[in-house]
């Protein structure tokens, strides 16, 4: 199961990209995580 969300944001200043970047980042480990717990797959 996977899902990929793509948006195009106008005017993204270079610190908006810097937060955006941070929170992808934050998400992508937590999700990381989860399926860790989860134990393997059948």
Do not use: I, N, W, Y
Not at 10 to 35: F, I, N, P, W
């Amino acid at each position: 199961m996977g899902v990929a969300v793509r948006d195009r944001l106008k005017h993204v200043t270079a610190e908006d990209e810097k937060v955006l970047r941070l929170v992808g980042d934050h998400l992508g480990a937590l999700a990381s995580r989860d399926l860790r717990e989860l134990g393997p797959t059948q």
